[in-house]
Nanobody
Framework: VQLVESGGGLVQAGGSLRLSCAAS????????IGWFRQAPGKEREGVAC????????YKSDSVKGRFTISSDKVQNTAYLQMNNLNPEDTAVYSC???????????????WGQGTQVTVSS
């Protein structure tokens, strides 16, 4: 099983980034993909999730209206489009595969290594 994130980087406040999560080694269409982030000195925070079974999505209040989660079940890849970024969004972003579209880490079975997102003011 492998989840590989890409697309992180340094961006100015107000800018955009698109993160990708390439999955392999499991039946992608059966799983929920979640995006989580962890800033230095802070606990891991659930950002958004999408169920590949029924296309249900959910986002945390902190990113609603700015972030969009999507999934390509042919390419076995999930995406997190992040717009209007601000310095508080700076963190390591990780994707994970689990069963329910909830933003609790314990509900996810497989994890990627993460990609750094840094937003400058």
């Amino acid at each position: 099983v492998q989840l590989v994130e890409s697309g992180g980087g340094l961006v100015q406040a107000g800018g955009s980034l698109r993160l990708s999560c390439a999955a392999s080694g499991f039946t992608f269409s059966d799983y929920t993909i979640g995006w989580f982030r962890q800033a230095p000195g802070k606990e891991r925070e659930g950002v958004a999730c999408i169920s590949n079974r029924d296309d249900i999505t959910y986002k945390s209040d902190s990113v609603k209206g700015r972030f969009t989660i999507s999934s390509d079940k042919v390419q076995n890849t999930a995406y997190l489009q992040m717009n209007n970024l601000n310095p508080e969004d700076t963190a390591v972003y990780s994707c994970a595969a689990g069963w329910g579209c909830v933003l609790r880490s314990v509900d996810y079975e497989y994890w990627g290594q993460g990609t750094q997102v840094t937003v400058s003011s």
